[in-house]
């Protein structure tokens, strides 16, 4: 059996780090601003946490797997973070591409 630790998850949750854009003309997602008193933007039941590229600071808590792929999150640090294809692309979630253009 496994009972190995895997580096990837700790207890149930799964954090990953959001793709931070080069150009803010890349920003096509429905834009998801930072929140000026330190809060975190989202918070949700789900079990994955996005955050920043940037600096590292927690956009969204608790996303439930598959939401927000098309999203732009703006972060204090000036960066702006999409998620990355290896999360979207990851076995752990499900595909649904049924609303790509
Ligand atoms: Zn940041």
Redesign the pocket.
């Known amino acids: 059996m496994n009972d190995g630790r895997s580096p990837r998850r700790l207890g149930a949750r799964l954090r990953i780090a959001l793709e931070?854009l080069e150009d803010a003309s890349e920003a096509t997602g429905f834009l998801i601003p930072?929140r000026t008193d330190g809060s975190v933007p989202y918070r949700g039941p789900g079990e994955v946490d996005y955050a920043?590229?940037?600096?590292?600071?927690l956009?969204a808590i608790g996303v439930p797997p598959g939401q927000f792929q098309r999203f732009v999150f703006s972060?204090?640090?000036?960066?702006l973070?999409r998620v990355p294809w290896s999360a979207r692309a990851s076995s752990a979630w499900m595909a649904d591409s049924s609303s790509a253009p």
């Open positions: 931070v930072h920043c590229g940037g600096c590292g600071y956009l972060c204090g640090c000036g960066a973070n």
